[in-house]
């Protein structure tokens, strides 16, 4: 069975620029999460998919940042316009539906993106 | 508003010594707790998880940890390290909710091991 799978690996893009990050999903995962990793910090949420709905995005740092979800399959994460801080490491995760599973998440390797 | 701490940014550890990696948070109920590893290049493995029950749990790779309420701790151990678990090891605390829900981590521990 495959994990969760990140696109790219790694990123590299001036100020300004705009960049899509994907992931996709463990098969039959209805939760999706987005968590970054900024140089030296810990690892923090940004928001939470239940199929195509965005459950919780309290963790977006500001509108720069868009996340979809068509379909609720894979999901896409758009940084525009991308600036210095916005660098680091974007990670991905999934959860299962049902009962205490939907609380275990798998994550994938992440997107290092760096804004130069 | 829940949080994680983990103590030791960098620990240094010989091969086949023992590991305690510390681990303490904070929430206002029992929480769910995991600790995670992330290897070179590699995602964020799971190592182990605790829901509830026998405080002791096992995970993989021969690690285990222990949730100790009244230290509001969730310490992970090895009792002989391997050259390949050298590695950052994150603890996280996920809250109780309807539909899953974010996990807040620690700011990481980075283990290196000495042959």
């Known amino acids: 069975e495959a994990g969760v799978t990140q696109f790219p690996s790694h990123s590299v893009i001036e100020k300004g620029q705009t960049v899509t990050l994907r992931c996709d999903p463990i098969?039959?995962?209805?939760?999706l999460y987005w968590y970054r990793r900024v140089m030296g910090k810990e690892i923090k949420f940004l928001l939470h998919?239940?199929?195509?709905?965005?459950?919780?995005e309290s963790g977006m740092p500001n509108n720069r940042f868009l996340a979809e979800r068509t379909g609720g399959t894979y999901s896409t994460l758009k940084v525009q316009p991308a600036e210095l801080e916005d660098s680091g490491v974007y990670f991905c995760?999934?959860?299962?539906?049902?009962?205490?599973?939907?609380?275990?998440?798998?994550f994938g390797a992440g997107t290092r993106l760096s804004v130069l | 508003a829940q949080s994680v701490t983990q103590p030791d940014i960098h620990i240094t550890v010989s091969e086949g010594a023992s590991l305690e990696l510390r681990c303490n948070y904070s929430?206002?109920?029992?929480?769910?707790l995991f600790w995670y590893v992330q290897s070179p290049g590699q995602g964020l493995q799971l190592l182990l998880k605790?829901?509830?029950?026998?405080?002791l749990v096992q995970g993989i790779k021969g690690f285990e940890a222990e949730f100790k309420r009244s230290q509001s701790s969730f310490n992970l151990r090895k009792p002989s390290v391997h050259w390949s678990d050298a590695a950052e090891y994150f603890c996280?605390?996920?809250?109780?909710?309807?539909?899953?829900?974010?996990?807040?981590f620690g700011g990481g521990t980075r283990l290196m091991v000495k042959p």
């Open positions: 995760a999934s959860s299962f539906t049902g009962g205490l599973a939907k609380n275990i998440q798998y």
């Open positions: 098969s039959g995962h209805d939760n």
């Open positions: 998919f239940v199929k195509e709905s965005k459950q919780d």
């Open positions: 929430y206002g109920a029992t929480p769910y």
């Open positions: 605790y829901f509830s029950g026998d405080t």
């Open positions: 996280a605390v996920g809250a109780y909710g309807n539909a899953g829900n974010m996990l807040t």
